[in-house]
C-alpha cells in the first residue's frame, strides 16, 4: 500500500520569497505523483503531475516540482510567492496499473504574509 | 459549463437522522469518488465507482452507503450507524476506464454538521 508524507503541516512565508513544501511517498510500485491546491471552503484544483519522463514538472501559478525516485520525493517549488498562494496544498500519489485510487498526504498549510 | 456540482453547501443533521449528499457531473467520466475531509487529516476515500452499477468501499466506509445509478450522479448517503459525521465532503470525477495517471475534478464541497 502507498503512504504520503508531508513533512510540514504549516509553512509561512513573507511574499516574494521563495518556498518549498515537501512531500515524501512510500509504495512498493511505481507511481503517479500529484500536487493538488486547496483555497478555504473549496474544492481541490490539480497543479501538476508527475507520470513519467522529465523529472522536473511545471503546472500552473508558476509552481514546479521535481521526482526524486532514490529519495522518494515530490517537493513542491515556487521561486517567489504572492499572497494569492495562501492556500492548502496537498500531496498525493497513485499506483501504475492499479485502481488510480489517490492516496492524499494530510497537507500543508502555506500562509504568505506581506 | 462542465464541471462537477455538489449539494447542499452546507447542510444540518441531528444525531440518528440519514441524510443524502449530491453529486453530479457533466464532463462524462467514467470514474466518480467521495471523499471526506478533517482538519489536519487530509482526504480520506469512502466509497469509488468505475463505471456505472458497480462502486468499491474506500479506506472509510463504515457508516456510509451510495448508489451509481446514472454515469453523471453519484450520491452519497451518511447514516445513523456514522458515529463522528460533521466533516468536510468531497466528491470527483476522472475520465477512468484505465486511464494513465488520471487526474481527478473536485466539486466544491459540502459541510455537514450533526447538532
Known amino acids: 500500500a502507498q503512504s504520503v508524507t508531508q513533512l510540514d503541516s504549516q509553512v509561512p512565508v513573507f511574499e516574494e520569497a521563495p518556498v518549498e513544501l515537501r512531500c515524501n511517498y512510500s509504495s512498493s510500485v511505481s507511481v503517479y505523483l500529484f500536487w493538488y491546491v486547496q483555497y478555504p471552503n473549496q474544492g481541490l484544483q490539480l497543479l501538476l503531475k508527475?507520470?513519467?519522463?522529465?523529472?522536473l514538472v511545471k503546472g500552473i501559478n508558476g509552481f514546479e516540482a521535481e521526482f526524486n525516485k532514490s529519495q522518494t520525493s515530490f517537493h513542491l517549488r515556487k521561486p517567489s510567492v504572492h499572497i494569492s498562494d495562501t492556500a492548502e496544498y496537498f500531496c498525493a500519489v497513485s499506483e501504475k496499473g492499479g485502481s488510480e485510487k489517490l492516496v492524499f498526504g494530510k497537507g500543508t498549510k502555506l500562509t504568505v504574509n506581506p | 459549463d462542465g464541471g462537477i456540482t455538489q449539494s447542499p453547501k452546507y447542510l444540518f443533521r441531528k444525531e440518528g437522522q440519514n441524510v443524502t449528499l449530491s453529486c453530479e457531473q457533466n464532463l462524462n467520466h467514467d470514474a466518480m469518488y467521495w471523499y471526506r475531509q478533517d482538519p489536519g487529516q487530509g482526504l480520506r476515500l469512502i466509497y469509488y465507482?468505475?463505471?456505472?452499477?458497480?462502486?468499491q468501499k474506500g479506506d472509510i466506509a463504515e457508516g456510509y452507503s451510495v448508489s451509481r445509478e446514472k454515469k453523471e450522479s453519484f450520491p452519497l448517503t451518511v447514516t445513523s450507524a456514522q458515529k463522528n459525521p460533521t466533516a468536510f465532503y468531497l466528491c470527483?470525477?476522472?475520465?477512468?476506464?484505465?486511464?494513465?495517471?488520471?487526474?481527478?475534478?473536485f466539486g466544491p464541497g459540502t459541510r455537514l454538521t450533526v447538532l
Open positions: 465507482s468505475q463505471i456505472v452499477n458497480d462502486f
Open positions: 508527475y507520470l513519467s519522463g522529465s523529472t
Open positions: 470527483a470525477s476522472s475520465m477512468g476506464a484505465g486511464a494513465r495517471g488520471d487526474t481527478q475534478y
